[in-house]
């Protein structure tokens, strides 16, 4: 402390130093802080004063200026005694004798300021003898002792109990007489004092004869509680708690039992404070340690309960550990010692001293007190009062009476709650301190739940003010707390009380399910370790549920059922969560489980949605099996049960649907498994790759077709389920997220997922994530009303720009809202003009359409570059897009078999004998009413297509603009519309193949059916070796399709003719410009169109080959897929099937052993394609090849000049395969055939006139029979002849592309040159030797020196002038041939018919580049493929 008197003050003290001192003792003595200023003063006397010790200043300037300050303040001359008092002490053992002078003269000059009385107080006996107050120290001493002891040791004799006792009589009488009457508190106290002067009574003794008759007479609070108040002004403060201890420890004995009287009257006397309780605290038993001692035992006793009924224990052993239990059971059974401190705990509970008691609680461990049963009744009846003028207000439900509760007399307890505000300040308290034992009182359970309803009712109804919200939320904080703390761990020591279970789920439904779950996940994770009784209500639950779950099968669900649900009421977290374990592990078990969840309660039914939640995010557990490659067992179980149970039951989704959305943004898609199960269970809405062809037709009806023929399982009761799933949604606002999140995430399996996963797994990971959406899609387009799905989701630019949605998926979304778009625009123009008329119909249709769509046609512009609109409008692609199988064709067969089956179902209805007549009745109004839906919707969709038709025969003019070519045109049509929608899903594969049709059909300008045909069926090796399962799946349906219709044409010259014919999409010639027309020569004619399908069976032969043959796992297996899938129209041709047959035999044998999948996929294959042998034709019924000479009829140029030119490049095409039939290997047929095609090129150089004469009329190895032949017909020579005129063959011209293909499949060998020998004449024997010989010339041939490629594209550049167009055509297609398979160096099959050499193919191709023919190479043709896929 800093010092207050400055030395120079002390140095000028005459000067200055006086008066600043005076000055400022006056200021501290006028300081209004008391304390402060007594401290101050304190200091600077203190300070004075040991400076005149210190000899600074003299003891008489000292006394003078004490003299003037001590006027300032009435208790200076105290305080300067403290002063003199402190100096004593320190003076006193100083060895400097000089300063103890100074001190003793200072005190004699200011004797005059302070009374000797005072001094003798404070100073020490010697000093007082030094300054003559006193004569002897000693002395002094001496009798300051004997008067302490008489003062304080020395007893006075009273009257005892055992001495007299008429005065204690009298004292009885006087306190047990009829107080009724006008008797008061200090009339008795006056008699009392009168009977204790007179008998000389002991005063203590009559105070616990006070307390005594006040135990007996507990109903006199107001008397005696008066009565010792005033008595205790007479007494020590003490007296009252020593006496009421003494009584306690009277009754501490083992055997003793303290009565309930003598709590409740040391509570009163408590409660009126006339004792303290840390007085009276310190005289009850037991001591606290002994409590928190007693708490730890019970919590290890509650967990070695746990252990023995988790442990796994033999027969033999049950029986011992059950006597050890019953002995232990014994010992507890013997009373526990007495605990005061909760009887008056429980006294004080029950008078309403809340303070006190709280007080008592906190002493203990947590829940100790309230474990007790009486102290957790006590507590429950005070919180009952303190709620009851509340309750009455807001809690009573509708029509119930109640019975109301009276207030306690004591006008000391709790006030009682009036608002929700007060509830919080008092009740919630006690609530807390009453714990899980709520469970006590079920009826104060649920006032408490009621009280929480009637506040969130308040809480969420608006129009209260700011401070008021603020109050509001800390009240609803405090009620997730009081829900979190109480509510919850008391229902789970409840007794299976559904009721309870009910009405807390009224209150807990009004919390947002974000709540709810925290308050499961505290509830199931935390609060049961937090005291003994959970812990064994927790393992007697889990033991329980072990019994039943071993027991549950589908015969007993039903007994099963009601003990899961009596279990469930009080401990569901438990329960399911070994419920849910258990079906993680044996799926078997989810239909009995799902079953017997019948029994639950509401708020049941939440906490399960919860547990599903919690097991579905377990980051312990692997949600890839060991093998990397398949989602895990106990993930496809969940989601199942998932599905199962969501739709059975009224659980609210929300949060599962969350979860899923959580996920996706996380970036992780196992979870959607849960979705599809959801949809599918939920909704009926099917997605799987095993369709039939009968349910895909039924999948392009209306939605009543859909559900009776579309699914496998037939699909009931969805329209309640779905519903709830529909309002899920919407209410969460998850539907627009969900869809946008799956459709991005297809792409992030493969680039973010897929990093280091099983590249099977990405694959399936992929198809889960697009299969989903597609169902999820379906499920809101079927759902969701128009306004609906409109204002949810955003235009296609919008979607596809900012929030980067795959165009196919955004138009997929998009489809279902132009659909009800235009629809409810057509209704509303038939509204406003009331016309009948059809045409005025379709009219209004095409009106509306064009409103929908016009917006649609801009905003697709901008989602792709500018250039490729030049072939194809805008409009085309919207349209494309934006129809379905739908709006195309009607399934008349799928309406006639589903309405067959009812006819059939109501007849086997008559013919049933045992049904009852009402319940036939009203199955046959079912089918009945069924069958008139399916009618109706037949004849609406039939209307419907029609009015689509004239809308497209009216748009179809200004669809493909071919600014460019056709071939850009068809590629683009391919790129942008065909590859994404074909694998998108079975339907759109199927809508894909019809739409290509359609187009065809409508003779849409500038395009090129042929061409369209030939790029989709040519080199399918990319586009199969790029999908993935389902795609592979999807796109072998689709190729299934477009064979179908190929097929159709093919298997008949009228049906080619009518649908065909005159068709400009079967044009040979190409031009830039629109060409809507022609003479006949430039259509392709019936045979040869056989011809160029036999080419793309042969070109799908090729590609499933090489598939086979890579031993890539992808490859093989997609193209498996697509073969089984494409088995009904492909193969046809024997020797093409027998190829196959083959390569898939070898991969069955391959694959056994090492990939099971793979070999399991063959054969099944395998076994399809041998049973539809019977069914395949030798090449030469498929296609009439070219016949001998003697038989030779002119067919294949009856539709002129260049006809004949067709079996050229079909042949090529069988070529390859026939090698493939001959049992040679793979190897040896590559040597022989690239010698070969030395060969050839060596003769074509040799003898150039002879090629160039023949034009391409006819093969190879018919050439060299020309040679040896000499019996030609001259109808053969004309033939010649008319070949010799320069025209390109039909085919060469529309299908350029594979004239690149000819170098390098310029491949043949004896074996073919003899099967085409065998086929071609008759089986003769001369034929026979002719066939032996060219067989040995071949062989020659090949050992002789060969010319190279160089050499021959020498010799071609020569002869490039006399070459006329026809050749130049025919060696374009050759060229694209061969690049075919983007410039692979594998042998390819080439065309022996064909005379054009390989260096006139090399020269026609410069040719043809320098005029800019309309051509299209295979290799843009197979890149247009993979970006459309990828």
């Known amino acids: 402390m800093a010092a207050l008197l400055p030395a120079e003050w002390i140095k000028n003290w ?35 004063a040991y400076h005149v010790v210190r000899g600074n200043l003299k003891h008489d300037q000292a006394s003078n200026v004490l003299g003037d300050v001590i006027e300032f303040r009435e208790d200076m001359p105290s305080i300067l005694a403290d002063v003199f008092c402190i100096l004593d002490i320190e003076t006193s053992c100083l060895e400097e004798k000089n300063k103890r002078d100074h001190f003793t003269q200072l005190v004699l000059a200011c004797l005059y300021l302070v009374s000797d009385t005072v001094l003798k107080e404070r100073l020490d006996p010697e000093t007082l003898e030094s300054l003559g107050l006193i004569k002897q120290s000693q002395q002094f001493n001496q009798k300051s002792v004997k008067i302490k002891t008489k003062l304080f040791y020395k007893q006075q004799k009273f009257n005892l109990l055992r001495e007299e006792n008429e005065g204690y009589a009298k004292l009885i009488a006087e306190l047990g007489q009829d107080l009724s009457g006008n008797i008061t508190s200090d009339l008795i106290l006056e008699n009392i004092k009168s009977l204790i002067g007179c008998f000389n009574l002991d005063p203590n003794r009559v105070l616990d004869i006070i307390l005594e008759v006040y135990e007996c007479r507990p109903e006199y609070d107001d008397f005696f509680v008066p009565l010792i108040e005033s008595y205790m002004y007479m007494c020590e403060p003490q007296t009252l708690c020593h006496i009421l201890g003494f009584k306690f420890k009277f009754y501490q ?41 007693e708490h730890k035992r019970e919590i290890v006793e509650a967990k070695q309960i746990v252990r023995k009924l988790t442990m796994v224990v033999l027969s033999s052993e049950k029986t011992e550990e059950k006597e050890k239990e019953k002995e232990k059971e014994e010992e507890k059974t013997e009373k526990p010692p007495d605990n005061q401190k909760l009887g008056l705990l429980e006294a004080l509970l029950k008078i309403g001293d809340w303070h ?271 093998d990397d490659t398949t989602i895990s067992s106990w993930l496809q179980s969940l989601a199942s049960f998932c599905g199962a149970v969501f739709r059975k039951y009224p659980i609210e989704l929300a949060g599962l649907l969350q979860y899923v959305a959580n996920q996706l943004k996380a970036g992780k898609s196992f979870d959607l498994l849960i979705l599809k199960e959801v949809v599918q269970k939920m909704a009926g809405i099917e997605i799987t790759e095993e369709m039939t062809m009968e349910q895909l037709e039924a999948m392009t009806g209306g939605e009543q077709l859909k559900a009776e023929g579309g699914y496998f399982g037939q699909i009931r009761n969805t329209k309640k389920s779905s519903q709830r799933l529909k309002d899920a949604l919407l209410d969460h606002d998850l539907a627009l997220p969900l869809c946008l999140l799956m459709a991005q995430q297809r792409n992030g399996v493969v680039f973010q997922e897929g990093g280091e996963k099983h590249l099977k797994l990405v694959g399936k990971l992929y198809d889960q994530c697009h299969d989903t959406l597609v169902q999820f899609g379906g499920f809101l387009a079927s759902n969701l009303s128009t306004e609906d799905y409109i204002k949810r989701v955003p235009s296609i630019d919008v979607l596809c720009n900012e929030f980067h949605t795959p165009h196919d998926a955004a138009f997929f979304l998009s489809r279902p809202m132009y659909a009800h778009h235009i629809s409810s ?30 917006p649609v046609h801009e905003a697709v512009i901008s989602l792709h570059l500018p250039k490729v609109w030049d072939d194809i409008s805008p409009q085309f692609y919207a349209t494309f897009w934006s129809l379905t199988m739908y709006d195309l064709a009607v399934p008349h067969s799928s309406y006639d078999r589903e309405v067959n089956k009812l006819k059939v179902q109501m007849k086997a209805i008559d013919d049933n004998q045992e049904m009852p007549p009402n319940k036939k009745k009203k ?57 994404p929608r074909c694998i998108f899903s079975a339907i759109d594969a199927v809508y894909c193949a019809h739409f290509v049709e359609l187009v065809h059909q409508q003779k849409t300008p500038n395009f090129s059916t042929l061409l369209c045909y030939d790029r989709v069926f040519s080199d399918i090796i990319y586009t199969v070796a790029s999908c993935t399962e389902n795609e592979a799946s999807r796109y072998g349906r689709f190729l299934c399709c477009m064979l179908e219709t190929v097929t159709r044409w093919h298997s008949d010259r009228v049906i080619y003719e009518k649908e065909c014919g005159n068709y400009p999409g079967f044009l040979t010639i190409l031009r830039a410009t629109g060409f809507d027309g022609g003479n006949k020569a430039d259509q392709l004619d019936y045979e040869n169109f056989r011809h160029v399908v036999h080419k793309w069976h042969y070109k799908l032969t090729k590609a499933s080959v090489h598939c086979l043959e890579t031993g890539e796992y992808t490859h093989i297996r997609n193209i498996l897929i697509v073969l089984t899938k494409i088995l009904p129209w492909y193969p046809k041709v024997l020797n093409l099937g027998q190829a196959l047959e083959r390569r898939v035999h070898k991969i069955c044998q391959e694959e056994k052993e090492k990939r099971p999948d793979l070999y399991a996929l063959a054969m099944g294959y395998s076994g399809q394609l041998k049973s539809r042998k019977p069914f395949m034709i030798p090449e030469n019924e498929f296609h009439h090849k070219d016949p001998p000479a003697r038989n030779a009829v002119p067919a294949t140029v009856q539709n002129g000049p260049g006809g004949a030119g067709m079996p050229t490049s079909v042949t090529i095409n069988t070529v390859r395969l026939e090698e493939g039939t001959t049992e040679e290997t793979a190897d040896k047929l590559k040597e022989k055939s690239q010698g070969v095609v030395k060969v050839i090129n060596k003769t074509v150089n040799a003898t150039p006139k002879v090629t160039t004469s023949n034009g391409n ?144 193919t090399s020269e026609s191709e410069r040719e043809q580049k320098r005029r800019k023919v309309d051509t299209h190479s295979s290799p843009s043709h197979s890149s247009t493929v993979k970006v459309s896929i990828a």
């Open 825 to 854: 625009k057509y209704d509303e123009l038939k509204k406003a003009e009331k016309g009948n008329k059809q045409q005025h119909k379709v009219h209004k249709y095409i009106t509306s359409c064009e409103l929908v769509m016009a």
């Open 253 to 293: 004995d083992p055997s003793g039992e303290t009565p309930s009287s003598l709590y409740r009257v040391a509570a009163v006397l408590l409660q009126h404070n006339l004792i303290d309780l840390e007085d009276l605290y310190v005289h009850l038993l037991p001591g606290d340690n002994a409590i928190i001692e």
């Open 1257 to 1400: 009329s006819a093969s190879n190895s018919k050439i060299i029979k020309e040679k040896d032949d000499k019996e030609k017909s001259g109808k053969e020579k004309d033939k010649e002849k008319k070949d010799k005129t320069p025209a390109a063959t039909p085919e060469m011209k529309a299908l350029g592309k594979d004239g690149k293909d000819k170098p390098k499949e310029e491949r043949a060998n004896k074996e073919e040159k003899a099967r085409e020998i065998k086929e071609k004449t008759p089986k003769s024997d001369k034929e026979k030797e002719k066939v032996k010989k060219e067989e040995k010339a071949s062989k020659e041939e090949k050992s002789k020196t060969v010319v190279t490629i160089i050499e021959s594209k020498s010799t071609a550049e020569k002869e490039r002038e006399k070459e006329p167009s026809r050749e130049r055509d025919l060696a374009k297609e050759m060229k694209s041939k061969e690049n075919a398979k983007g410039g692979e160096k594998v042998p390819v099959a080439g065309s022996l018919k064909s005379p054009v050499p390989r260096s006139e």
């Open 923 to 979: 199955e046959k109004e079912r089918c009945t009413a069924l069958q008139d839906k399916l009618l109706e919707e037949e004849k609406k969709q039939l209307e419907h297509v029609q009015r689509v038709l004239q809308r497209l025969k009216l748009e179809k003019d200004n669809w493909l603009l071919a600014k460019s070519t056709k071939n850009e045109t068809i590629t683009k049509f391919l790129q942008l519309c065909i590859f």
């Open 14 to 48: 005459e000067k200055g130093g006086k008066s600043e001192f005076v000055q400022l003792c006056r200021a501290l003595s006028e300081n209004k802080n008391h304390d402060v200023g007594f401290r101050d003063i304190q200091q600077a006397l203190y300070e004075l």
């Open 356 to 626: 006190h008691a709280q007080s008592i609680m906190d002493q203990m461990p947590p829940f100790y007190s309230t474990s007790h049963k009486p102290i957790a009744i006590a507590l429950c009846q005070l919180v009952h009062v303190t709620i009851e003028p509340l309750y009455r207000r807001v809690g009573v439900p509708k029509g119930a009476k109640g019975s109301p509760i009276s207030s306690l007399p004591n006008k000391r307890a709790p006030k009682q709650a009036e608002s929700f505000e007060e509830l919080r300040k008092e009740v919630f308290n006690m609530l807390c301190y009453l714990g899980p034992h709520l469970s006590h009182d079920p009826i104060l359970f649920a006032k408490v739940v009621r009280l929480g309803k009637a506040f969130m009712k308040e809480f969420q109804s608006d129009g209260s003010k700011q401070e008021d919200k603020e109050k509001m939320e800390t009240l609803f904080s405090c009620l997730l707390s009081i829900t979190d703390q109480v509510l919850l761990p008391s229902l789970s020591l409840m007794d299976c009380n559904a009721c309870m279970s009910e009405e807390l789920w009224g209150m807990f439904k009004t919390f947002p399910y974000q709540y709810r779950y925290r308050l499961y996940g505290q509830w199931k994770n935390e609060t049961y370790n937090s005291h003994p009784l959970l812990v064994k209500v927790k393992a007697q639950t889990i033991d329980r549920a072990k019994y039943i779950m071993k027991r549950l099968t589908k015969e007993n669900v039903k007994p099963s059922g009601r003990q899961i649900g009596k279990l469930s009421h009080s401990n569901p977290t438990i329960l399911f969560d070994y419920i849910l374990s258990q079906i993680q592990k044996y799926d078997n078990l989810i239909t009995p489980v799902v079953d017997s969840l019948k029994y639950l309660t509401s708020l049941n039914y939440d906490v399960l949605a919860y547990c599903i939640i919690e097991a579905l995010a377990n980051p312990e557990k692997e949600r890839m099996k060991h």
